[in-house]
């Protein structure tokens, strides 16, 4: 399943709303999650079955969205959130992944 | 706290064989979906495939018929073999654990970069 993120770059500022969508290219239901990615670092699991907030995770982050189309938002964006988020669909084999969504300044 | 190590060869000549290990500290071994995922550069990241703890595997079609995942629980490790590997296969490989038996995953290694070439 072809998963499609945009946009590929998203330039904010300090404080902003900001919203990653992700789109599959078929009815995933709600099997999707989110990864925050730094550079040299793990990837960071923040949202999983679509809309569930991993432990941990600061609660700026929220996910929504099924079938089709997906949003990642972060509601006040903050300094260690410049980074790459992607996506992950887990409803059939091969599990597969967007290709990423660089927040920059 | 699980933490993931990847550890192996950062050059492989084409042709030859992909040998990545996966070292486990601080968690059992037990009950979670043992996967390796990589991720070229520039592109995004493709699921190689995984071994759940009582040994069963699923790769991905793409690569199935090169990979080689398997499981040591008394060393508490799980390796990565990728064969007739060619410059399409640079790229930073990742071993990573499933959220209990879940498809999604909370705990990566911060992966390790194999360049294919001569």
């Known amino acids: 399943i072809q998963m499609t993120q945009s946009p590929s770059t998203l330039s904010a500022s300090v404080g902003d709303r900001v919203t990653i969508t992700c789109r599959a290219g078929q009815s995933i239901s709600s099997w999707l999650a989110w990864y925050q990615q730094k550079p040299g670092k793990a990837p960071k699991l923040l949202i999983y079955?679509?809309?569930n907030l991993e432990s941990g995770v600061p609660s700026r982050f929220s996910g929504s969205g099924s079938g089709t189309e997906f949003t990642l938002t972060i509601s006040s964006l903050q300094p260690d959130d410049f980074s790459t988020y992607c996506c992950q669909q887990y409803f059939s084999y091969p599990w597969t992944f967007g290709q990423g969504t660089k927040v920059e300044f | 706290q699980v933490q993931l190590q990847e550890s192996g060869p950062g050059l492989v000549k084409p042709s030859e064989t992909l040998s990545l290990i996966c070292t486990v500290s601080g968690g059992s071994i037990s009950s979670y979906y043992w996967t390796w995922i990589r991720q070229p550069p520039g592109k995004g990241l493709e699921w190689i495939g995984y071994i759940y703890s009582s040994g069963s595997t699923n790769y991905n079609p793409s690569l199935k018929s090169r990979v080689t995942i398997s499981v040591d629980t008394s060393k508490k490790q799980f390796s990565l073999k990728l064969a007739s590997v060619t410059a399409a296969d640079t790229a930073v490989y990742h071993c990573?654990?499933?959220?209990?038996?879940?498809?999604?995953?909370?705990?990566w290694g911060q992966g390790t970069l194999v360049t294919v070439s001569s």
């Open positions: 990573a654990r499933s959220k209990g038996t879940s498809n999604y995953y909370g705990d």
């Open positions: 079955d679509a809309s």
